[in-house]
């Protein structure tokens, strides 16, 4: 079946400082999706990619899909004490709506 | 969006057990799912909610263990049945909007935190 893969699993930050969280999925998929979860809170959807090689900015949070539609990357630049959480990609397959997410990069951040 | 509501919140379960998770929707949805998420880890998919008929589960789970309930289109529930410590878990309910089907997003509830002892 389909494995979705995420590293790093902590990513421990300086305020201020920049990082990159990856994503690789074992099949091609639909599209990209990333979650934000807070502690002790839900995941909350933050976007979604659609098209090979997208790339979409929201302020200081950069998401790109791969060429292949396999892969993903989210990088904050500058981060900041709310950017606290972890972050799950997911995608569907080809043909397929039901997710299969990552395992999460959970980011503490330095003040 | 969807406003989802789960009850209960939290609950701590004697072994052996059964506890039933309701989830209700603001509006009409096109698909809700039940996920697991253990201590620590992912978000693991438990299976799809169809309304007025047995759900679809995944590898791993089965209907003895994890009855669903979907009798409308805003409304399921989840038993987790005959617990044990292993079953400690957050629960998630999780809606596809009608307009979202073609993309799959997933709005989720706040999630139900069940401890058993």
């Known amino acids: 079946g389909q494995q979705v893969m995420q590293i790093p699993q902590y990513q421990h930050v300086q305020e201020g400082e920049d990082f990159t969280t990856y994503c690789n999925s074992s099949?091609?998929?639909?599209?990209i999706q990333w979650y934000k979860q807070r502690p002790g809170g839900h995941p909350v959807f933050l976007i979604q990619?659609?098209?090979?090689?997208e790339v979409k900015k929201q302020k200081r949070l950069t998401f790109q899909f791969g060429e292949a539609k396999k892969n993903s990357s989210l990088h904050i630049t500058a981060t900041q004490t709310t950017d606290v959480g972890t972050y799950f990609c997911a995608g569907p397959p080809a043909n397929d709506y039901k997710l299969s997410f990552g395992a999460g990069t959970t980011v503490t951040v330095r003040a | 969006s969807a406003v989802i509501s789960q009850k209960p919140s939290r609950d701590i379960c004697q072994r052996g057990t059964s506890l039933t998770i309701q989830c209700q929707v603001d509006s009409q949805v096109t698909m809700m799912f039940w996920y697991r998420q253990q201590p620590g880890q992912s978000l693991t998919l438990i299976a799809t909610?169809?309304?007025?008929?047995?759900?679809?589960?995944e590898s791993g789970f089965v209907i003895d263990k994890f009855p669903i309930s979907r009798p409308n289109l805003t409304f399921s529930t989840l038993t987790v049945s005959n617990m044990s410590p292993e079953d400690s878990s957050i629960y998630l309910c999780s809606v596809l909007e009608p307009g979202q089907i073609n993309t799959g997003e997933l709005f989720f509830g706040e999630g139900s935190r069940l401890t058993v002892l």
């Open positions: 099949t091609t998929l639909s599209n």
């Open positions: 909610a169809n309304q007025g008929s047995e759900a679809t589960y």
């Open positions: 990619l659609v098209k090979s090689g």
